[in-house]
């Protein structure tokens, strides 16, 4: 189970979390047609170490990178390598920085170039739903009321919400109990305390929430082939609002 964090630890925390936040905008801004997604994770590798933590992701069960780069229908853990960004694509771009043995976890959809209307409110509504959800870290309510507001934000907008893949308790390690589903019911699971942490992230697709993962065993697509995107932020529950630890 997540256990209640000390100011810190939340210190500590937030430190991960600005350093995650800081690769994810120099990502945001070096990805562009043309560029490889195994540049990309070679910037953050050494961008990460540069600000004195370490990759999150790289050999956490074997993953061989520090970054998860997924394009288009990749909805999450896409392995980087020589695929080059083309203008029109989505790229998902997740990172995990570990900072004096605490953690922060963010992830952010980018635009290539000119990207469709579709695709374009696919990032809106994905974003908004992680806002919806952060919303409702306040102590007293449940980690239900999380996952029913961005059920209920994507559904509203005729989207749908991955159902495999969750968000999660994080401090000393990457993934701790419990898990945040992107979807659920309202005065369900655990009440949230002062000092919790999570990282929420939403999934969501423009067809159905059903996927596959591929041979490699790690990069996850949507079973209709169809695009998705992903946004995460690490959060802090607090006496009052929430306080997203993954910014700059």
Known sequence: MVTLKSGRELKLMREAGRIVAQVLEALKAKAAPGVTTAELNEEAERLIHKLGAVPSFKGYHGYPAAICASINEQVVHGIPGGRRLNEGDILSVDVGAIFKGYHGDAAITVPIGAISSEARRLLEVTEGALWAGIAKARVGLRTGDISAAIQEWV?????????????????????????IPNFGRPGTGYILREGMTFALEPMVNLGTWKTKVLSDGWTVVTEDGRLSAHFEHTIAVTDGEPQVLTVL
């Open 155 to 179: 559904e509203s907008r005729g989207l749908s919400v991955v159902r495999e893949y969750t968000g999660h308790g994080i401090g000393r390690q990457m993934h701790e109990d419990p898990q």
